[in-house]
Structures are given as structure tokens and as C-alpha cells.
């Protein structure tokens, strides 16, 4: 299955960005391949209105199947991810990405 | 008189007349029709706002991030995003007196408000034109502001003598001299703060047209709904100032 997380950085050891929209790396990570792959979203920066509903674009390329992230995404965004069929779990925000994918291994994450 | 402070007008609070008439506004914006869609991601690609998205089969329309400028819409080639109106505000027009006033307000959870200050632009040219109209702007330097102050003669800029006072009113004046505007300055609850505010403007020779003094009666007579002027002789005597000045821009004697 493929998990993606909203992350500030491009590593496991990198905190997940408690933000949908506007968090700077979408993380992909395969766990047939055992691969994490790296979404470099910090261009999102220089978009000033509907970052949520970009970001979710991109992540919805990436083909996964469920999202770990912070608060949850917006209302716009969580529209893409819904039509997207992605499952969202969040209350990851204080996590590194390694300890976010742990805690949903463990069904401790709250489903959005 | 018009309350272009669509997001929260409040100049109706001060005016005791009777309602003339309600006016809706709209936006128009893209419905998607899927039969006619050949999925082609065109309407995507060209959307500055991220309004249009697609996924595969499905193309999702948000309409509260669409701007209306018609793009995805005449570049479909299939004509699948027919643009269609969606209300987004409404202008209610009062009588009091020989005053007419408008008030221009924004529907609770859109986000457009230029598209109602932009319409509300349109009804004062082509019916109140030739006459003497008194805008109250929204707050700030962004598009709302720009809209509402586009076909003014002339623009007060009020501000409050305080450190982000200053801040915001020289934003304010950089913004104003970028549209080639005539302004004045207006410095509200005088008094308070410091007097950075009036170096500022004597360096930049910037006339302040009146100073209405920071009053805590002043305050709880707004909260009453009822006008300052009348009360506190010192607000009167510097709101006289301004009207003068008006009626010297329009051409009336004092």
C-alpha cells in the first residue's frame, strides 16, 4: 500500500507538517517497494489562493491510498481527497514521519 | 452614501432610513457538464486560482475560489464548463431624507468581494452619476480596497496615531500614488500614541485634514449606534473640516 505524509522535510526523521495545503513535502511511501519517494510541493509558497486544492491534485498523481497529516485538510482540498478516494488520518502534527507512520501501524491515529 | 465594506458594512448602523429596495449579486461561474467532457485538462491547466480541478474522469468546480474570468469556460472545446450565476452578496438601497444610501454586503461564506464592490461600482455610474457619492472603503491595501477606491476623485485615508497606525497608512499612501489618487489624511482617536504619524506626513507633504480626538465617550456613543458629532463639539468641529473640504472638491460653496 501507498501511505503519504505532509512533511517539512524530505526524511523519515523530518517532522510532519501539521498543515495540508501549504506543507512544504508530500512523502510517499511504498511499503511493496519499501520505498520513500519525495514530493517537493515548497513552490506552494508563491500560490496565493486554492493551495489546498493543488496540493491534493499532486497528491492524487502520487496514487496513494491514505494520508497521514496534522489538523486535516480544508474544505476544498478534503473535496479533492474524498472524489480521490485517499483515506485521511490525522492528529500527526508533533510527529516525526517515521513516529506518524509507527502510530497508524498501531491504529492510533484518528481517521478524519 | 455606500458602505463598500462589503465583508462587515456597518455604516448602516448610523442610518435611520427606510428600506427602498434589496438587490442580489452574482457571480458567474463554471458547472461542469460531464456528457460533453473529453477530459482533455485544459479548464485545470488554465485556472490561476486552482478552482477547477480533475481527477481522471471528474472535474471538480469551487466556485468560491473562481474569480470569473471565463477561461476554463472559452477554452473548453467541448463547451462542457457553461458559466452560470451563483448569488453571492446583495445591495439594499435606504432613503433618509435627501439622503440616498447603499449598502453593499457580501453573502456569509464567500470570499469574492470585489465581484459585489465591482457591481455595486456599476449601479452608483449609472444611476447616481453627477452626483456627490461618500464610499466608506474597506480597511487595508488588497483588491477590495482598490476596487472600491478605482473611481473615486478623491480618498481619506484614516488612521490612528499609533506605531501600526503609521505602518498601515503609509502602505495606504504607497498604494494611493500608485493610482495616481488625490488624497488627504484623517487622524482618527488624536491623542493617543505618539506623533510619528504628523512627521511622517510633513516630511512627505501629506495635508491631515482633521483630527477627530480619542474620546472613550466617542466610543460609547458608537456603540450605540448614534453619531459622535452631534455629542462631542470637538469631533463636530473636525468633521466640518472634512465636509468642507468635500464640498470644495465638488464644487459646492462652503
Not at chain 1, 480544508?74 to 483515506?87: C, K, S, W, Y
Not at chain 2, 458559466?83 to 435606504?94: A, D, H, N, Q, R
Not at chain 2, 485615508?157 to 489618487?181: C, I, N, Q, S
Not at chain 2, 466610543?219 to 473640516?241: C, D, F, N, R, T
Amino acid at each position: 500500500m501507498r501511505i503519504a505524509f505532509t512533511s517539512q522535510g524530505s526524511t523519515w526523521n523530518d517532522p510532519i507538517d501539521p498543515r495540508f495545503g501549504r506543507a512544504p513535502y508530500l512523502l510517499i511511501y511504498d511499503e511493496e517497494t519499501d520505498k520513500l519517494e519525495v514530493i517537493d510541493n515548497t513552490a506552494i509558497n508563491q500560490v496565493a489562493h486554492g493551495a489546498g486544492p493543488e496540493t491534493a491534485r499532486k497528491l492524487f498523481q502520487a496514487k496513494p491510498k491514505v494520508l497521514i497529516t496534522g489538523n486535516g485538510p480544508g474544505g476544498n482540498a478534503a473535496r479533492v481527497l474524498e472524489n480521490a478516494n485517499i483515506t485521511i488520518y490525522i492528529g500527526a502534527g508533533s510527529l516525526t514521519v517515521e513516529q506518524a507512520y509507527k502510530k497508524y501501524k498501531n491504529n492510533e491515529l484518528k481517521n478524519y | 452614501m455606500v458602505d463598500l465594506d462589503v465583508e462587515e458594512p456597518n455604516s448602516g448602523l448610523f442610518v435611520k432610513g427606510k428600506l427602498e429596495e434589496t438587490n442580489p449579486v452574482y457571480k458567474m461561474v463554471p458547472v461542469w457538464e460531464k456528457d460533453k467532457c473529453t477530459f482533455c485538462g485544459n479548464c485545470q491547466k488554465v485556472c490561476n486560482f486552482n478552482a477547477v480541478i480533475q481527477l481522471h474522469t471528474q472535474v471538480l468546480v469551487f466556485p468560491k475560489l473562481c474569480h470569473s474570468c471565463y477561461a476554463c469556460s472559452e477554452l473548453c472545446p467541448t463547451d462542457a464548463l457553461p458559466m452560470k450565476p451563483e448569488k453571492i452578496g446583495e445591495i439594499k438601497t435606504f432613503h433618509q431624507d435627501n439622503l440616498t444610501f447603499l449598502e453593499s454586503c457580501l453573502n456569509i461564506g464567500q470570499e469574492m468581494a470585489v465581484q459585489v464592490i465591482a457591481h455595486t461600482n456599476k449601479i452608483l455610474e449609472k444611476d447616481y452619476q453627477g452626483q456627490l457619492i461618500i464610499i466608506d472603503a474597506p480597511p487595508g491595501t488588497s483588491c477590495p480596497v482598490i476596487e472600491a477606491v478605482k473611481d473615486t476623485d478623491f480618498v481619506l485615508l484614516a488612521a490612528e496615531p499609533t506605531p501600526f497606525g503609521l505602518h498601515d497608512l503609509k502602505l495606504a499612501v504607497d498604494t494611493m500614488r500608485k493610482l495616481k489618487k488625490d488624497f488627504a489624511v484623517i487622524i482618527n482617536r488624536f491623542g493617543l500614541g505618539n506623533d510619528k504619524i504628523w512627521e511622517y506626513c510633513q516630511r512627505q507633504n501629506i495635508e491631515i485634514l482633521a483630527k477627530i480626538p480619542n474620546s472613550r465617550t466617542a466610543a460609547e456613543l458608537y456603540s450605540h449606534g448614534k453619531l459622535i458629532y452631534k455629542q462631542i463639539p470637538q469631533v463636530k468641529q473636525e468633521v466640518l473640516k472634512i465636509a468642507n473640504k468635500i464640498r470644495q472638491l465638488s464644487g459646492e460653496p462652503k
